[in-house]
């Protein structure tokens, strides 16, 4: 695990340039709009393993309270800059007291966690009884999930630590912790190849790049 963490400083200075790039502000958006339709509309949620911030600063409003948490601490700092609640912290234990929170999160973050059970029970201790958890992955199936592969095995510093799931891995994951399936879509329905992202959110197929599942 701290040689993930580790990966994270590294990139930290540089981990938003992708979602200024055309692509990049398209991918943004897409997931941002996804995370709209799971999220409550007001309460208290945490992400977990915020990074810098970039969608909480996003999501957050008067009515909805997002605490950032990530155990890197470049991140972190950055996610400090924006003026967010920020805390340095590993999702398997969540540095917060028991049925605390509304709603939790989680954004491309499950791809680096190497024991994802507890993540998931810690997430339940700390939310309230019936809270929504919602989590946006890569599919594994998908040609998104070719490219961030070969990223991988071609050295990239952050995606040679990420394991990629499908689907039917995420909702039995859930599962095996009690979770209940309330709501799952897709997005990022077009090729990493073109520059133009289709950013429908849509019943969940193979051609998402991303899927969102929202479970209680």
Do not use: C
Request: hydrophobic residues 40%; neutral net charge.
């Amino acid at each position: 695990m701290s040689n993930k963490i580790e990966a994270f400083n590294i990139v930290a200075d540089s981990y938003d340039d992708w979602y200024k790039h055309p692509q990049g502000q398209q991918v943004f958006g897409a997931e941002k709009k996804a995370l709209e339709k799971m999220l409550p509309e007001k309460g208290l949620g945490i992400e977990i393993g915020a990074g810098t911030g970039i969608f909480a600063n996003n999501l957050k409003n008067d009515d909805r309270i997002i605490l950032s948490l990530d155990p890197s601490l470049e991140m972190i700092k950055k996610s400090k800059e924006r003026g967010l609640h920020s805390i340095l912290g590993v999702g398997s234990l969540i540095p917060i007291r028991k049925k605390v929170f509304d709603f939790s999160y989680m954004i491309t973050v499950l791809e680096f966690i190497p024991q994802p059970v507890p993540l998931l029970r810690d997430i339940k201790e700390v939310s309230k009884p019936g809270a929504p958890f919602i989590i946006l992955f890569i599919n594994s199936n998908s040609s998104w999930g070719d490219l961030y592969r070969n990223l991988g095995a071609k050295g990239d510093p952050v995606f040679k630590h990420a394991k990629l799931y499908n689907l039917s891995e995420v909702i039995d994951l859930l599962s095996s912790v009690n979770f209940r399936i309330i709501d799952s879509k897709g997005t990022l329905n077009s090729s990493p190849m073109n520059q133009k992202v289709d950013q429908d959110l849509i019943e969940p197929t193979d051609k998402s790049g991303v899927f969102i599942v929202k479970a209680k």
